[in-house]
């Protein structure tokens, strides 16, 4: 049997830059942290030669093409396994639809654990370049490459994507004190909507020729975000996320909406410097950057807005995926 633990992330400027369609031509940049909740991935072998995959739904299969997870199945296809086992996940948060980047974080926990079946450790820049291939090229999925990087590399990275198709994961290597700083400005927010990303993705992808200034201002954020990191200025950063939310919301018509705009007004009403909606927007975790004496002020202006949506307390990850269990 083999687990791996892989984190989910919270991207705080830059998103958006990281699709293939921009920074193949203009380069992209963006600045995130992995936080420490996880998609774990249990595989085992089984006696019969048939597939067994445990998600929301459980399917047995006989063959590798005959699987609806298409995550699972090419990540299958692509190490190799044909038969005769058993994937299950568990996860900290909903699913899908969250914002974190839960289906990159299990397209790279499932191959790192199917990898670790057959006998091969494989390095997190292989396992982020294949789940990138598998989302984008095979599958034809809208997004970025930013997920599958955070989750096979962990830690708080300046991710910088090159013309040439190149991805540069710099470690920031920030000290003790401002990690400890970073951690005490962010709140997270579940605001009680998940949705699908796909919609919202495609619109912004299609958009992409028109808002190339857009996409350049947000690169350049990103790269002040890094210098404002390293140097430990995090009420900074935060007044920062919240110039790059407004840019943010003019990449596609549904990142945002009324009921979003209402609780992210309450937010900085209450105190908030700035903050965001996480991954394509819409809905999924909110968070915000608050400085320690008006968090509980934000605490009650935002749970006050979310009839079903909570406050999600969050650390940092210093890892990426990893294997956490191995028995054989």
């Known amino acids: 049997m083999i687990i791996t633990r892989t984190p989910l992330r919270i991207s705080f400027l830059g998103g958006g830059t990281d699709f293939p369609d921009f920074y193949r031509k203009h380069g992209g940049c963006v600045v995130t942290t992995a936080i420490d ?18 998600y929301s739904i459980k399917e047995i299969v006989n063959k590798v093409g005959e699987l609806k997870h298409e995550l699972v199945r090419e990540a ?32 790279v926990g499932t191959l790192n654990a199917l990898y670790q079946y057959i006998g091969l450790a494989v390095d997190a820049e292989r396992l982020a370049r294949e789940a990138c291939e598998i989302e984008i090229k095979i599958l034809g999925k809208p997004i970025g490459v930013q997920d599958q990087y955070m989750a096979a590399y962990g830690g708080v990275r300046f991710l910088e994507f090159r013309k040439s198709g190149k991805v540069i994961a710099e470690d920031l290597r920030l000290s ?19 949705r699908a990303a796909g919609s919202i993705l495609q619109e912004q ?44 919301r003019q990449l596609a018509s549904r990142i945002s909406d009324p009921e979003i705009d209402r609780i992210y007004g309450a937010a900085k009403k209450a105190g908030a410097i700035g903050g965001k909606i996480s991954g394509a927007g819409g809905g999924g975790f909110l968070t915000l950057f608050v400085p320690t004496g008006k968090r ?30 191995n028995i054989r």
């Open 37 to 54: 909740k996880y998609v774990y991935v249990i595989v085992k072998e089984r006696f019969d030669k048939q597939i067994y995959v445990n």
């Open 76 to 107: 299958m296809r692509k190490v190799g396994i044909k038969e005769g086992i058993e994937i299950s996940f568990q996860s900290d948060v909903p699913s899908s639809g969250s914002g974190l980047g839960s289906s990159s974080t299990v397209t």
């Open 176 to 194: 003790e004190e401002i990690l400890d700083d970073l951690k005490s400005y962010m709140m997270v927010f579940f605001t009680g909507r998940t």
């Open 205 to 248: 992808k299609e958009n992409i020729k028109n808002k190339n200034e857009i996409l350049e201002k947000m690169a350049r954020q990103a790269r002040e975000a890094r210098d404002l990191l390293v140097a430990g200025k995090i009420g900074s950063l935060g007044k920062l996320m919240d110039e790059g939310w407004k840019l943010k």
């Open 296 to 325: 509980e002020m934000v605490r009650k202006a935002v749970t006050a807005c979310l009839p079903v949506g909570r406050e999600m307390p969050v650390g940092l990850s210093r890892d990426g995926s990893k294997v956490i269990f």
